[in-house]
Nanobody, 126 residues
Framework: QVQLVESGGGLVQAGGSLRLSCAAS????????MGWFRQAPGKEREFVGA?????????NYADSVKGRFTISRDNAKNTVYLQMNSLKPEDTAVYYC??????????????????WGRGTQVTVSS
């Protein structure tokens, strides 16, 4: 069983930055592709980005965050990060961490991911 715990959310002004963390309780963290999704009120959960398993040499981002958000992973700490810069009010959402054993970092559909955290709220004020 994989447990994922997100942290780092909060309230920030437009143009500001936040770094989200997701700690995974699993023995073979490096074997999991890791992803980030978000869900705004009244909207479906949407893909934000993902990073490949093993060394995390490959990443994939939604067009809406490309160039502003960066995903990285530290396998020694069983943690994946989402650095969010130049935040916009439309980035306001609950952000969820996801994991998939030997999964594809190109998977943008939430049903492709097996494990989920409980989410952390990000609010960007204008």
């Amino acid at each position: 069983q994989v447990q994922l715990v997100e942290s780092g959310g909060g309230l920030v002004q437009a143009g500001g930055s936040l770094r989200l963390s997701c700690a995974a309780s699993v023995r073979t963290f490096s074997s999991y592709a890791m992803g980030w999704f978000r869900q705004a009120p009244g909207k479906e959960r949407e893909f934000v980005g993902a990073i490949s398993w093993r060394g995390g040499g490959n990443t994939n981002y939604a067009d809406s965050v490309k160039g502003r958000f960066t995903i990285s992973r530290d396998n020694a700490k069983n943690t994946v990060y989402l650095q969010m810069n130049s935040l916009k009010p439309e980035d306001t959402a609950v952000y969820y961490c996801s994991a998939d054993l030997r999964g594809s970092y190109l998977a943008i559909e939430s049903r492709r991911w097996d494990y989920w955290g409980r989410g952390t709220q990000v609010t960007v004020s204008s």
